[in-house]
């Protein structure tokens, strides 16, 4: 298996735009974590999906921020409009929660996003 | 709410020197994770405890579940520089399937 599988790995973009982040959990994994990592605020979990359900989005800093799961393999998260403030590295995670909940999570590569 | 709690938040050593972070809870938790972060990295999974009590070892690095699972260390012997990154030590959340994480103690080791 690939892994968990995130896109763009950088993205630059100027206050205002729209930004997209992309993730590919690992196949056969039922919950799929969102993070924001800061040096100011450490690992974040902004939401978290179950069976693509979206169970808890108190961490969702703003409305400006939104994410969705179509399917058990792609979920997005998507911030409009972008504000510097934004700038972290964005990390996806899955785990399978089955019997026990909380077994290992398996972090992508993260998204470095910079906006100017 | 409930909080994992890390200390220290750094840690400077020599190589060749022992090193300890802690993880304290404000909840009793049903496990605890540890993971490890590299420079530039992202978080890796490298052990969960269960019991309490618990003791693992990992080549170097030992692990441990405290009595009341509210808190936990992990010690490596003999810090590497390939030692270097930042240990998280994580908890489940007890109203459902989310994972809290503490804020981690970065480790930098002088060759």
């Known amino acids: 298996d690939a892994g968990v599988i995130q896109s763009p790995r950088h993205e630059v973009t100027e206050m205002g735009q729209e930004v997209t982040l992309r993730c590919k959990p690992i196949?056969?994994?039922?919950?799929l974590f969102w993070y924001r990592q800061t040096m100011m605020r450490g690992l974040e979990l902004l939401i978290y999906?179950?069976?693509?359900?979206?169970?808890?989005d108190s961490g969702m800093p703003e409305d400006r921020f939104s994410a969705k799961m179509p399917n058990a393999s792609f979920s997005t998260l998507k911030i409009q409009p972008s504000e510097p403030r934004d700038s972290a590295v964005y990390f996806c995670?899955?785990?399978?929660?089955?019997?026990?909940?909380?077994?290992?999570?398996?972090f992508g590569q993260g998204t470095r996003l910079t906006v100017v | 709410g409930q909080q994992v709690m890390q200390i220290p938040q750094y840690q400077h050593v020599q190589e060749g020197e022992d090193f300890t972070t802690y993880c304290n809870s404000s909840?009793?938790?049903?496990?605890i994770q540890w993971y490890k972060q590299r420079p530039g990295g992202h978080p890796v999974f490298l052990i969960q405890?269960?019991?309490?009590?618990e003791v693992k070892k990992q080549k170097r690095l030992t692990f441990q579940f405290g009595e009341a699972k509210k808190n936990s260390s992990l010690h490596i012997t003999a810090t590497q520089t390939t030692d270097v990154g930042t240990y998280f030590c994580?908890?489940?959340?007890?109203?459902?399937?989310?994972?809290?994480f503490g804020a981690g103690t970065r480790l930098f080791v002088k060759a």
């Open positions: 995670a899955s785990s399978l929660a089955g019997g026990s909940p909380h077994t290992e999570a398996f």
């Open positions: 196949s056969g994994h039922n919950s």
């Open positions: 999906f179950n069976n693509n359900v979206p169970i808890d």
């Open positions: 909840t009793t938790l049903s496990n």
């Open positions: 405890l269960v019991k309490s009590g």
């Open positions: 994580a908890g489940p959340w007890t109203g459902g399937f989310k994972t809290i």
